[in-house]
């Protein structure tokens, strides 16, 4: 029985393969169809890693035949051979998984060195300099990616023998001290393994290979996978292929580049090299190098063949291309390319810019964005009004503004981040093993490394602001501490960086919000046109509703009322309105928050002229407005043991006799919402009051409100009767005192199961549903949100029972379902029903897509989420179409 295809040469796959191929592979095999200088080389399918993953790592049936295969016509296309004396084959050996992940995965590079081979390289290239350092670079990598041996023994030798000889960088290692150095790596390797170095090439590639699948399992990857949502089960190629080698002299080179500079989206050739080093000398950021710009001089000929080549990628792909090449003895070798990792102002702007020359269409602009990265294009900046102390200045790595405490170690950030506590991390140069310390950190800033190191990347595409290169910082891993010049800063103290100037400053900087630039203007206006899904928002303040508004939002979904009880002037009324023992007193003090109220709606119905404005009534339990029990106790204590006035005491004790009445064992399904409503409804009449005097204030005054008022919490369609009649009753009087015709609509909040099941009935009355699917999470899960999320959703989604956090992506399966059957019940007795999402999920690209799939008119959400709703609007149009 012939096994399955496992292994591609380059030149038999092609762009379509990439599920099979990976990025990696299925680049280069266009690549190769293109005509481009790409290396030679064969891919090991992603089918092969999950069968190698499933069959207990081994590797599947037919796989180690068809490699020989494989490298058996590459040794005859190149002329050399793996192994041979004379002049032997080196192979690299690198990962590509479908989905790009930049650095999470393992690369073995000079693979088919050993004690034979490194001279007969030596003898072959005649540049026994060049033979040694690959040997040593084969050794370090080798050992620590599949003997498992840490890199940093490694590092600690070199590190040992640049100082002996007084040498600053590898390249400037001489033949008489790699010597040296590869001994000790080999004796480092025997001390370690209790095994000699492996000498077999083939037995060295078939490990490598195994290696690299191993390495989609690695803690970094499996970080980068939930954090961009990147399933598990894709698997990674294998992409074998010819060395080419920019470390053979002052004519050879290596270098990463973009099409468009990843950080602005401005239309220039972005990027890196450095002279007589090779590949992952760059992305490591061991040695800060040059621009691309530079590399015209030195080399122009390969820099003009290299700037034809990432114009063509571009054009041909349609997209912004991240490109990694090499020069080898002055001529230009392509090793990857692949849609590039950018910030959202450059993804905007690039997707705006590509429309205009003709790329692509408005649709795909608007297709091109991730809705989530929008979060950065919001990111705060420095207060420039504010006088601060520049320590430092390094490259402008990724974009923003960050203030933290200083922390040297990955882990430290990350214990850290999770108590809470903002920090920046500081390295020399970060690895993919930092990757759970930048989750954590506010921003990343590195003494070492360019725009294309791995911090900058990484960071990038979290969108944190990052600091790279920024050579004047001395830092003492040790004493952790870092110096510059005569300024000493400790761990622990504060510091600011600037990812857009490259600014390193001294202390906490007090930062400024954003604003919409003209490209991401652009873009959401081509989104407005395409979507259907309105797109509301959550705000409780004038000054939120006019900062949504600017932000594009079409409504207001949901005004809490509860907040505008806290004010520090009207808590105490709202607590006499509760402790009040007759009916009296408690309409003497709803009397007093009634023109505070008014005052309120009228300031965010006039902020949102012209258009629909939810207001909801009170929601939470009345012991939220009261002292916390504990407090008032101890508080009481403290009075009698100093003998505090009796007068005081009293009273205290007469507030905590009340909080204890009122407490609840569950308060969020307690009497809270509707329910108050029933039991209190002087407090919801006092407040549609001030709703509807507003409302008629604004009127007179010729402008155009429009307040639509939400009952939270129904259950049943009964309670919704009665306090629409409630409601219905104070708009009458209202119109009867001022001689206006109000029209103001009455709905509800649908957050209980039970509310979903009987929606038939309720829509029969209701003129708006709008579905609260926090509370509809908590309630259909069984979770207190506020237990859940700290102790067990993690280990929930890590053992893969739930998929995401149900509280920050809807549920679809179980919450899905009942909205779903709430907007169909609900209409099928009330075809005009109009219905929203308010709950944190109607920001959440994923949940807005589901809501356009189920027919919502709009969703609603915090006014910095506005934009994001907006586009990801859109993306659900176009792919739902």
Not at 172 to 196: F, G, M, N, W
Not at 282 to 304: C, F, H
Not at 367 to 385: A, E, G
Request: hydrophobic share 40%.
């Amino acid at each position: 029985m012939q096994s399955r295809k496992y292994v591609y040469l380059f030149n038999e796959g092609s762009a379509e393969m990439r599920d099979l191929l990976g990025g990696k592979g299925a680049g280069l095999a266009e690549m190769t169809s293109l005509g481009l200088p790409v290396p030679p080389g064969f891919t090991i399918t992603t089918e092969a890693c999950n069968e190698y993953s499933n069959e207990r790592k081994e590797l599947p049936a037919g796989l180690e035949e068809q490699i020989e295969d494989a490298l058996r016509s590459l040794e005859k296309k190149v002329g050399k051979t793996l192994g041979d004396l004379k002049n032997p084959l080196l192979l690299s050996v690198r990962s590509g998984a479908r989905i790009s992940m930049p650095g999470m995965m393992d690369t073995v590079l000079n693979l088919g060195l050993n004690d034979k081979t490194v001279q007969a390289l030596a003898a072959a290239t005649g540049n026994e300099r060049f033979a040694l350092d690959c040997y040593r670079r084969f050794i370090q990598m080798f050992s620590d990616i599949v003997l498992y041996v840490e890199f940093n023994r490694f590092e600690e030798v070199l590190e040992k023998f640049k100082a002996r000889f007084r040498v600053q960088y590898d390249h400037k290692l001489q033949p008489e001290h790699l010597k040296e150095i590869i001994a000790e790596y080999k004796e480092i390797v025997r001390s370690r393994t209790r095994s000699d170095f492996p000498q077999d090439p083939m037995n060295q590639l078939k490990k490598a290979v195994m290696a690299v699948f191993e390495s989609w399992n690695n803690p970094r990857a499996k970080v980068y996978r939930r954090l961009n949502k990147i399933p598990d089960d894709l698997g990674t190629a294998v992409n074998v292929q010819v060395m080419v080698f920019g470390n053979m002299g002052e004519n050879s080179g290596t270098g990463v580049a973009f099409t468009r500079d990843p950080a602005t989206g401005e239309n220039v050739l972005f990027g890196e090299y450095l002279i007589n080093a090779q590949g992952e000398d760059v992305v490591a950021g061991i040695r800060t190098p040059q621009p691309i710009s530079k590399l015209q001089e030195e080399m122009p000929e390969a820099y003009d063949q290299f700037q034809k080549t990432c114009s063509l990628l571009e054009k041909h792909y349609r997209d912004l291309q991240d490109i990694e090449f090499t020069v080898e003895e002055g001529k230009l070798y392509i090793l990857q390319t692949r849609s590039g990792k950018r910030t959202a102002t450059a993804a905007v702007k690039a997707a705006v810019d590509m429309v205009k020359e003709g790329l692509i269409s408005k649709e795909e602009a608007v297709l091109r964005v991730d809705p989530d990265q929008l979060n950065q294009v919001l990111h705060k900046r420095l207060d420039t009004k504010v006088q601060f102390q520049v320590l430092a200045t390094g490259l402008p790595a990724s974009p923003g503004a960050a203030s933290g405490m200083i922390t040297f170690d990955a882990n430290e950030a990350e214990r850290l981040g999770e108590d809470g506590e903002k920090v920046i991390l500081v390295r020399l140069e970060t690895t993919p093993d930092d990757i759970h310390g930048l989750v954590m950190a506010q921003g990343v800033l590195t003494s070492r490394g360019g725009m294309t190191s791995h911090a900058a990347v990484v960071a990038r595409g979290m969108g944190k602001p990052c600091v790279c290169g920024c050579e004047a910082l001395n830092i003492d891993y040790k004493e952790k501490k870092i110096t510059v010049g005569e300024q000493e800063i400790k761990e622990g103290e504060l510091i600011t960086i600037d990812g857009s100037t490259g600014q390193v400053i001294l202390g906490e900087v007090p930062l400024v919000s954003p604003e919409l630039g003209e490209e991401l203007q652009r873009l959401l206006t081509w989104a407005d046109e395409i979507r259907r899904l309105g797109v509301f928002t959550n705000a409780d303040t004038p000054a939120d509703v006019r900062r949504a508004r600017e932000f594009g939002a079409e409504g207001v979904g949901l005004c809490r009322t509860e907040h505008m009880f806290m004010a520090q002037d009207r808590l105490p009324i709202a607590q006499a309105m509760i402790m009040a023992k007759t009916q009296e007193e408690r309409d003497e003090a709803l009397e007093k928050l009634l023109p505070m109220q008014q005052e309120d709606f009228y300031g965010i119905l006039k902020a949102m002229d012209g258009l629909p404005t939810t207001i909801r009534l009170l929601d939470p339990p009345l012991h939220e407005f009261l002292p916390n029990i504990e407090d008032l106790s101890l508080e009481i204590m403290k009075l009698k043991l100093t003998g505090g006035e009796s007068g005081e005491i009293s009273r205290l004790e007469n507030i905590l006799r009340k909080a204890r009445a009122l407490q609840e064992l569950n308060p969020m399904l307690g009497h809270r919402g509707c329910r108050l409503g029933i039991t209190t409804p002087e407090i919801y009449a006092m407040q549609v009051r001030a709703i509807v005097q507003a409302t008629a204030q604004l009127k007179e005054e010729g402008l155009n409100p429009n307040p639509e008022i939400m009952i939270p919490l129904v259950m049943s369609i009964q309670e919704l009767k009665i306090l629409r009649e409630l409601c219905l009753e104070v708009i009458q009087q209202v119109e009867g005192e001022t001689g206006l015709k109000l029209e103001i609509p009455i709905g509800t909040m649908i957050e209980l199961p039970r509310a979903c099941l009987l929606a038939d009935q309720i829509g029969k009355i209701a003129d708006f549903f709008s579905f609260g699917t926090n509370d509809l999470t908590q309630t259909t899960f069984g979770f207190s949100r506020d237990d859940a999320e700290g102790k067990f959703i993690p280990q929930y989604i890590e053992k893969k029972i739930l998929a995401d956090n149900p509280f920050a992506v809807l549920d679809r399966d179980g919450v899905g379902k009942l909205v779903k059957m709430g907007v169909e019940l609900g209409r099928s007795t009330n075809p005009e029903l109009v219905v929203g999402i308010c709950g944190e999920h109607g920001g959440d690209p994923s949940s807005v897509e589901f809501c356009h799939s189920v027919g919502l008119n709009y969703v609603s959400c915090s006014p910095y989420r506005v934009p994001i709703a907006r586009l990801a609007a859109a993306q659900a149009a176009l792919r739902l179409k």
